[in-house]
């Protein structure tokens, strides 16, 4: 009898147990040649609840092949009233969203790669930080752009005070800048000598607590409007936003205020902290030890979304920072998180895709973000003229007001033709072995990722057009590329 | 092609042992649960504490641990292994959750019944494949006559009748080209339309064919059948130095304008790729290019068999095949989606690799009855293990020798000793009987083909943990034995 494998767990050999060691476990990933092990503390990964059951969301309604952005989106903002989702991609376009519809209704070109986009509190404008020192700022119902010059390099971070009347921005130029949004000027701008600055945030005035002693002001008058500003690199950094000077500096890379300005929640890609706000006194901390990419609160200040670049997104309550969703599996990499002002949506930047979630559920909305011009030419959708621009939404989405319908469209019934319903979506192996079944003909098309071959429509494969497909064997047959000729000879 | 038999299940195998575990009975004939809900728990009613797991070296000093009946799998140190051995931390065994820990252990009962025919028209073939495993062409032509077909059709549609099933099967195959028997396929499909149609039965029909078809053929299977599994080997130069027309002539432009007539008309097909080892190198152009070009429902990729005319080739069962696979599946996510090997299919719980345990019913030329598709002619070498029946003298059905169809039937892989420590066991389920013959007869011993299965499994397992977050994965699959019975 031949040795067969020995895979099982009490089979094989391990290496002799090292002095102290610790079960722990990896996460894994896709690198350009095959697998990549991170080793990840697993006393970290059970206090955050990852083994516990959490629940997992479903995914999105996209088919295949459907994205709203051609390269990977890097920003996501709620307008005030929580009906338009405005998204940044590093295709260089800025991206309007009905919510919860999903339809897109307006995109613009930028120029150059966008960083971050913020909307207004008032929503009357938005922020745009883009590569090479590019700043602007764009009426929302749209109009003429105003350029901020003064930034020598990209602009990571940008963000409005409350009361919307200035604008701060952070920027590779190692400057934080603030602007007059009346007069689109500069009205102060500190140097950066300890870190380089990403990201950016002014809180509320009013229910500040004074940094001297950590008291609730008692009034207005403890806390002057706008006396604050939090910008981070390295660290997280309480700033004076009159003068640029740095009060306090606490562990953290991205962070979130929350809405009533008495929490911040920072990430530094070991652990998610919980700061009160402004003494910056720690309240809680959990094991995190993944690249935090934003983070957002809800309105009501309960929940705390955070983006990360290799997992899926999650969402915990706060101040007490317990983990209650995971979002499920990632389209790529999770670069913005934001949620509506109104308490309803989540939103994800997944990859080229965004995700919408309900709140406080976390559930997954059947919502698919799809611009025709960044998905694959097969992926489906329902089509409408809108300002005469064709704009392709997903099968689930509505056509926004406004919106005429040009193809395959039946408002709020998206026929999907070519979508038979195959649920094959996360399988990789969909199994139809006796291939009968599975009906994902959704094709997305051959992207080439990989360039490790695709051929092209001039390589090879000439397609004899005019072959008639006679099979017969006196068929000499098609000579591609010139041959004219492609017939049957014994016909 | 399945038979859709009864099928009894042998509850009470510890499928860590392979043997029958004490106290719980082993019942023969106890049928099959249609629930998927049933679940095995001890005398106290709680689930199994300890899954059946396995262990895959991943890296330099971390191991991958699966628990294929629970569906999840982690990369752990050492440390986490040993600690799992000893039956793990609470919050491991959570993430193992308390799923059906009861091995797929099931094979059909009493005479076959099957619902399902294949219909082996002809040995005759109209190209000269380098490496055909039935080595086409080179016998005698042999054809299958109308009465024949129509016997199989009448019995599979009783057969259906009888088991109250809502359809039957009439699928189109050969260890030759099934469209050059062009008459009696028209023919056979259209009476067993008459049958379903009498008795109210629906027909699903199928051919495989090698594609090089003339326009009018395509047009009528566009029209009359469901689906077609093309052979297809990619790019045109590849095709055309593996599978020409006798005269030497490359089939490709012929196959090309198949696959497009297909595509036009919205068919549903297949594409079968056979991978030598002097292709193996171009897969991942040739996936590639077909996935630019066509829309196919699936791409099956397998390396060469070396039986028939290809048995004197170069061995494909090779590292290249898996680098090349692993290339092709990288080339877009439509290839990573639409791209297939017969043998890793996580999704898949099952003891039984494919129909030959499960009473496949495929009728040869001249009329007898074979488990496998790929033996279709009696003087085939192993053909005495599969041929288990012929028309019955008298009668208008079949008569069957239990010897044999109860010999393909336990070839399962809860009865493979060689692959009882095998990760891979309950999703392979002992891969190709009729291969592993010709490796080795008197005895399973693995083949180059377990190497593959193997490598590609284990890069589907790390693909779902990756995709669920990238620490744990835990899924469902579709387990075969209850859902087919």
């Given at each position: 009898?031949?040795?067969?494998?020995e895979?099982?767990?009490h089979?094989i050999?391990?290496?002799?147990?090292a002095r102290g060691?610790?079960?722990g476990?990896?996460?894994?990933e896709?690198?350009?040649d095959?697998?990549?092990?991170?080793?990840?503390d697993?006393m970290?990964l059970v206090?955050?609840?990852?083994f516990?059951?959490?629940?997992r969301?479903?995914?999105?309604?996209?088919?295949?092949g459907?994205?709203?952005?051609?390269?990977?989106?890097?920003s996501?903002?709620?307008s005030?009233?929580?009906?338009t989702?405005?998204?940044?991609g590093r295709d260089?376009?800025?991206k309007?969203?009905?919510?919860p519809?999903g339809?897109?209704?307006r995109?613009?070109a930028?120029a150059d790669?966008?960083?971050q986009?913020?909307v207004?509190?008032d929503g009357s404008?938005?922020a745009?930080?883009?590569d090479?020192?590019?700043?602007e700022l764009?009426?929302?119902?749209g109009?003429?752009?105003r350029?901020l010059q003064?930034?020598?390099?990209?602009?990571k971070?940008?963000?409005?005070?409350p009361d919307g009347?200035?604008?701060?921005?952070?920027?590779l130029?190692r400057?934080?800048?603030v602007?007059s949004?009346?007069?689109a000027t500069?009205?102060?701008?500190?140097t950066d000598?300890?870190?380089?600055m990403?990201?950016?945030?002014?809180?509320?005035?009013?229910?500040?607590r004074d940094?001297?002693d950590?008291?609730?002001?008692?009034?207005e008058?403890?806390?002057?409007a706008?006396?604050?500003?939090?910008t981070?690199?390295?660290?997280v950094?309480l700033?004076s936003?009159?003068?640029?000077?740095?009060?306090?500096?606490?562990a953290?890379?991205?962070?979130a205020?929350?809405?009533?300005?008495?929490?911040?929640?920072?990430?530094?890609?070991?652990?998610?902290?919980m700061?009160?706000?402004?003494?910056l006194?720690?309240?809680?901390s959990v094991?995190?030890k993944?690249?935090?990419?934003?983070?957002?609160?809800?309105?009501?200040?309960?929940?705390?979304?955070?983006?990360?670049t290799?997992a899926?997104?999650?969402?915990?309550?706060?101040?007490?920072?317990?983990?209650t969703l995971?979002?499920?599996?990632?389209a790529?990499a999770n670069?913005?998180?934001?949620m509506d002002?109104?308490n309803?949506?989540?939103?994800?930047a997944s990859g080229?895709?965004?995700?919408?979630?309900?709140?406080p559920s976390g559930?997954?909305?059947?919502?698919c973000?799809?611009?025709?011009a960044?998905s694959s030419?097969?992926?489906s959708g329902i089509?409408?003229?809108m300002?005469?621009?064709?704009?392709?939404?997903?099968?689930?989405?509505?056509i926004p007001?406004?919106?005429v319908?040009?193809?395959?469209?039946?408002?709020?019934?998206c026929?999907c033709?070519y979508?038979?319903?195959?649920s094959?979506?996360?399988?990789?192996?969909?199994?139809c072995?006796?291939?009968?079944?599975?009906?994902c003909?959704?094709?997305?098309?051959c992207?080439?990722?990989?360039d490790v071959?695709c051929?092209?429509?001039?390589?090879y494969?000439?397609?004899?057009?005019?072959?008639?497909?006679?099979?017969?064997?006196g068929?000499?047959?098609?000579?591609c590329?010139?041959?004219?000729?492609c017939g049957c000879?014994?016909? | 092609m399945m038979?859709?038999v009864e099928v009894?299940?042998?509850?009470g195998?510890?499928?860590r042992?392979?043997?029958?575990s004490?106290?719980?009975?082993?019942?023969e004939g106890?049928r099959?649960h249609k629930?998927?809900?049933h679940?095995?728990?001890?005398?106290r009613?709680?689930?199994p504490?300890h899954p059946?797991?396995?262990?895959l070296p991943v890296?330099?000093?971390?191991y991958?641990?699966?628990?294929p009946?629970?569906r999840?799998?982690?990369?752990?140190?050492?440390a986490?292994?040993r600690s799992?051995?000893d039956?793990g931390s609470?919050?491991?065994?959570?993430m193992?959750?308390?799923?059906?820990?009861r091995?797929?252990?099931?094979r059909?009962?009493?005479?076959?019944?099957p619902?399902?025919?294949?219909?082996?028209l002809?040995n005759a073939?109209?190209?000269?494949?380098?490496y055909?495993?039935?080595?086409?062409?080179e016998r005698?032509?042999?054809?299958m006559?109308?009465?024949t077909a129509r016997?199989?059709?009448?019995?599979v549609?009783?057969n259906?009748v009888?088991?109250?099933?809502?359809?039957?099967?009439v699928t189109?195959?050969?260890a030759?080209?099934?469209a050059l028997?062009?008459k009696?396929?028209?023919?056979?499909?259209?009476?067993?339309r008459s049958v379903?149609?009498?008795?109210?039965l629906?027909l699903?029909s199928?051919?495989?064919?090698?594609?090089a078809?003339a326009?009018?053929k395509r047009?009528?299977?566009?029209?009359?059948?469901?689906?077609?599994?093309?052979?297809?080997d990619?790019?045109?130069?590849?095709?055309?130095?593996n599978?020409?027309?006798?005269?030497?002539?490359?089939s490709?432009?012929?196959?090309?304008?198949?696959?497009?007539?297909?595509d036009?008309?919205?068919?549903?097909?297949s594409?079968?790729?056979t991978v030598?080892?002097?292709?193996?190198?171009r897969?991942a152009?040739?996936?590639a290019f077909?996935?630019?070009?066509?829309?196919p429902?699936?791409?099956?990729?397998?390396?060469?068999?070396?039986m028939?005319?290809?048995?004197?080739?170069?061995?494909?069962e090779?590292?290249?095949f898996?680098e090349?696979y692993?290339?092709?599946?990288?080339t877009?996510?439509k290839?990573?989606?639409l791209l297939r090997?017969?043998?890793?299919?996580?999704g898949t719980?099952t003891?039984?690799f494919?129909g030959?345990a499960n009473?496949?019913?495929c009728?040869?030329p001249?009329?007898?009855?074979?488990?496998?598709?790929e033996?279709a002619?009696?003087?085939q070498?192993?053909?005495?293990?599969?041929f288990?029946?012929?028309?019955a003298a008298?009668?208008?059905g079949?008569?069957?020798?239990?010897?044999?169809?109860e010999?393909?039937?336990a070839r399962?892989v809860?009865?493979?000793?060689?692959c009882a420590?095998?990760?891979a066991?309950?999703?392979c389920?002992g891969?190709?009987?009729?291969?592993a013959?010709?490796?080795?007869?008197a005895?399973?011993?693995?083949?180059?083909r377990?190497e593959?299965?193997?490598a590609?499994?284990?890069?589907?397992i790390?693909e779902?943990?990756?995709?669920s977050?990238?620490v744990?994965?835990k899924?469902?699959?579709?387990?075969?034995?209850e859902?087919?019975?």
């Amino acid at each position: 009898m031949k040795k067969g494998f020995e895979d099982r767990i009490h089979d094989i050999p391990l290496p002799a147990k090292a002095r102290g060691e610790v079960p722990g476990v990896c996460s894994v990933e896709r690198s350009w040649d095959g697998w990549k092990l991170t080793r990840r503390d697993l006393m970290g990964l059970v206090a955050a609840g990852v083994f516990a059951g959490l629940p997992r969301t479903a995914r999105a309604a996209c088919t295949t092949g459907a994205y709203a952005h051609e390269i990977v989106v890097g920003s996501l903002s709620f307008s005030p009233d929580g009906k338009t989702l405005v998204s940044a991609g590093r295709d260089r376009f800025v991206k309007f969203w009905s919510i919860p519809g999903g339809a897109l209704f307006r995109s613009v070109a930028t120029a150059d790669v966008p960083f971050q986009v913020a909307v207004s509190p008032d929503g009357s404008q938005i922020a745009v930080a883009m590569d090479n020192g590019h700043l602007e700022l764009w009426p929302f119902a749209g109009g003429t752009k105003r350029a901020l010059q003064g930034h020598t390099a990209a602009v990571k971070g940008v963000a409005f005070t409350p009361d919307g009347s200035q604008l701060v921005s952070v920027s590779l130029d190692r400057t934080t800048k603030v602007w007059s949004v009346a007069n689109a000027t500069l009205v102060r701008s500190f140097t950066d000598s300890t870190d380089t600055m990403l990201q950016a945030a002014v809180p509320r005035a009013g229910l500040l607590r004074d940094v001297s002693d950590g008291r609730r002001a008692a009034n207005e008058a403890l806390a002057p409007a706008q006396s604050y500003l939090v910008t981070s690199g390295t660290q997280v950094y309480l700033r004076s936003l009159a003068t640029g000077a740095i009060l306090r500096a606490v562990a953290g890379k991205a962070f979130a205020l929350n809405p009533n300005g008495e929490f911040l929640a920072a990430d530094d890609g070991t652990k998610l902290y919980m700061y009160a706000f402004p003494s910056l006194a720690p309240n809680a901390s959990v094991v995190q030890k993944q690249n935090a990419t934003s983070l957002s609160y809800s309105a009501d200040g309960k929940l705390l979304s955070i983006a990360y670049t290799g997992a899926p997104a999650q969402l915990y309550s706060a101040p007490d920072l317990t983990l209650t969703l995971e979002t499920g599996a990632s389209a790529g990499a999770n670069l913005a998180t934001a949620m509506d002002p109104q308490n309803q949506y989540l939103a994800v930047a997944s990859g080229q895709s965004i995700l919408l979630f309900g709140l406080p559920s976390g559930n997954v909305l059947p919502v698919c973000f799809m611009d025709v011009a960044a998905s694959s030419p097969a992926s489906s959708g329902i089509q409408y003229l809108m300002g005469g621009v064709v704009y392709t939404a997903g099968c689930t989405s509505p056509i926004p007001d406004g919106g005429v319908c040009t193809c395959d469209c039946v408002p709020g019934d998206c026929p999907c033709v070519y979508d038979t319903g195959c649920s094959c979506d996360s399988d990789t192996g969909c199994d139809c072995d006796t291939d009968t079944g599975c009906s994902c003909d959704s094709d997305t098309g051959c992207e080439c990722v990989g360039d490790v071959g695709c051929s092209c429509d001039s390589d090879y494969g000439c397609g004899c057009v005019d072959d008639t497909g006679c099979g017969c064997d006196g068929d000499t047959g098609c000579g591609c590329d010139g041959d004219s000729g492609c017939g049957c000879d014994s016909e | 092609m399945m038979a859709g038999v009864e099928v009894r299940e042998e509850e009470g195998r510890d499928p860590r042992m392979n043997c029958p575990s004490r106290g719980t009975g082993n019942e023969e004939g106890r049928r099959a649960h249609k629930s998927s809900g049933h679940r095995a728990r001890n005398h106290r009613g709680h689930p199994p504490p300890h899954p059946e797991l396995f262990v895959l070296p991943v890296g330099e000093a971390e191991y991958l641990v699966y628990a294929p009946l629970r569906r999840a799998a982690l990369i752990g140190n050492a440390a986490l292994v040993r600690s799992m051995r000893d039956g793990g931390s609470p919050e491991i065994a959570a993430m193992l959750g308390d799923d059906d820990e009861r091995a797929p252990v099931a094979r059909p009962a009493g005479p076959p019944r099957p619902i399902a025919a294949t219909l082996l028209l002809t040995n005759a073939c109209n190209l000269r494949c380098r490496y055909c495993y039935a080595a086409a062409g080179e016998r005698p032509p042999a054809f299958m006559r109308p009465e024949t077909a129509r016997r199989a059709i009448d019995f599979v549609a009783a057969n259906a009748v009888a088991r109250k099933a809502r359809s039957f099967e009439v699928t189109y195959h050969g260890a030759g080209e099934p469209a050059l028997h062009w008459k009696l396929l028209e023919e056979s499909h259209l009476y067993a339309r008459s049958v379903a149609k009498a008795n109210g039965l629906r027909l699903r029909s199928s051919l495989t064919t090698n594609g090089a078809l003339a326009a009018d053929k395509r047009a009528w299977i566009v029209g009359h059948l469901d689906s077609a599994n093309v052979s297809f080997d990619g790019l045109p130069e590849v095709q055309d130095a593996n599978r020409r027309f006798p005269s030497g002539r490359g089939s490709s432009d012929i196959v090309l304008a198949t696959l497009r007539a297909f595509d036009s008309a919205g068919f549903r097909y297949s594409i079968r790729m056979t991978v030598t080892a002097g292709t193996a190198p171009r897969l991942a152009q040739s996936v590639a290019f077909l996935c630019r070009r066509f829309r196919p429902r699936a791409i099956q990729a397998e390396p060469m068999y070396r039986m028939g005319r290809g048995r004197e080739e170069e061995e494909a069962e090779t590292a290249v095949f898996i680098e090349a696979y692993r290339a092709a599946r990288r080339t877009s996510r439509k290839a990573a989606r639409l791209l297939r090997f017969s043998g890793a299919r996580l999704g898949t719980v099952t003891n039984r690799f494919c129909g030959v345990a499960n009473d496949n019913f495929c009728v040869s030329p001249a009329g007898n009855v074979s488990a496998c598709h790929e033996v279709a002619d009696e003087g085939q070498p192993f053909a005495e293990r599969f041929f288990y029946g012929r028309p019955a003298a008298g009668t208008s059905g079949f008569e069957f020798d239990p010897e044999v169809y109860e010999g393909v039937r336990a070839r399962t892989v809860d009865r493979l000793e060689y692959c009882a420590g095998c990760f891979a066991k309950w999703s392979c389920a002992g891969d190709c009987y009729n291969k592993a013959l010709h490796w080795n007869a008197a005895e399973f011993a693995g083949a180059g083909r377990c190497e593959i299965v193997r490598a590609l499994t284990k890069d589907q397992i790390l693909e779902k943990i990756a995709a669920s977050g990238g620490v744990f994965w835990k899924g469902s699959a579709e387990r075969r034995d209850e859902k087919r019975i």
